[in-house]
Structures are given as C-alpha cells and as structure tokens.
C-alpha cells in the first residue's frame, strides 16, 4: 500500500505542474474518518481537502464505508 501511496503524490506532484503539493495520507478508513473531522474542527467550513483517494479494501473501515462517513461530516459542517 505505502507503493501506491508515493506512486499517487509522484503522479499528482508533475501534473499540472503541482497543483497539488501537499498531501496527508492515512493507511485505514478509520484514520481517514479522524484526520477529515480533525481537518473540520480545525478549519470549519474553510479549506476542505480537494481531493480524498480511497482504497476500497482498507482496514478497519473499509473504502466505501468511509467515504460514506466523510460525506456526512462534510454535510454536517456545511461544507460543499
């Protein structure tokens, strides 16, 4: 997994020349859930993540269960 993950901020780092450089990565569905509503309570609705990846065959909480939980904090937080 650590593979793809350096694979995935190689490929967005040169494209469009890096629109995107800074990243945050979390190795389970439930580590993304924590680092989204520590995102939230640090910003609110200001700055949400650009982009979320997600692995559909994670631990703990698997992709489709996190994404799940990520949209609704995001709507919770009036977040767009």
Not at 2 to 16: H, V
Not at 57 to 71: C, H, L, R, T, V
Request: charged share 30%; proline share 2%; glycine share 6%.
């Amino acid at each position: 997994m650590l593979f793809n993950i350096e694979a995935i901020k190689i490929l967005l780092r040169n494209s469009r020349k890096g629109v995107i450089n800074k990243f945050e990565e979390a190795l389970d569905g439930q580590e993304a859930i924590d680092k989204v509503k520590e995102h939230i309570i640090a910003n609110g609705q200001q700055n949400p993540y650009k982009l979320i990846l997600m692995d559909c065959n994670m631990p703990k909480k698997d992709g489709y269960e996190a994404s799940q939980e990520i949209i609704e904090l995001y709507k919770e937080a009036g977040v767009e």
